[in-house]
């Protein structure tokens, strides 16, 4: 995971709130990397020591689906690579792709987003 700015504890509560938000829309399976569930697989980039690892990966109707949270970052270069990253693998295999995001998060999502011209619209939870 690219863990970033995620450390802290109001960070934790915002994506245990995701995962609340998500349960209560029918997903199953929830994988997430936190306590209480099990922490979903991780993509290691040949060559070197990077891994990345979805924030919630989840099910729903047979589909899979990869969430990511949306938190303000000192480090916004590298998330943009990890969601081009998971933007491409949810292609290739066929999964559900979205990015989540809460009050205060929303314009560095936006302009996130359109840096990379990802033409997602960020589920507000």
């Known amino acids: 995971?690219?863990?970033l700015?995620?450390?802290t504890d109001k960070n934790t509560q915002i994506?245990?709130?995701a995962i609340g938000y998500l349960?209560?829309?029918g997903?199953?399976?929830i994988k997430a990397d936190t306590e209480g569930?099990?922490?979903p697989k991780s993509y290691i980039k040949k060559g070197s020591e990077v891994s990345i690892t979805p924030d919630i990966v989840a099910?729903?109707?047979g589909e899979k689906h990869i969430f990511e949270l949306s938190l303000k970052s000192k480090k916004p270069?590298?998330?943009k690579s990890k969601w081009l990253f998971l933007d491409v693998l949810s292609s290739m295999k066929n999964f559900k792709f979205k990015i989540m995001t809460t009050r205060g998060h929303y314009k560095f999502t936006d302009e996130t987003l359109s840096s990379i011209s990802l033409d997602k619209k960020p589920m507000k939870i």
Do not use: A
């Open 1 to 3: 995971m690219i863990t």
């Open 5 to 7: 700015d995620k450390d």
């Open 15 to 17: 994506l245990e709130q």
């Open 23 to 25: 349960e209560d829309r």
């Open 27 to 29: 997903f199953e399976n």
């Open 37 to 39: 569930f099990e922490s």
């Open 59 to 61: 099910e729903r109707d």
């Open 77 to 79: 270069r590298l998330l």
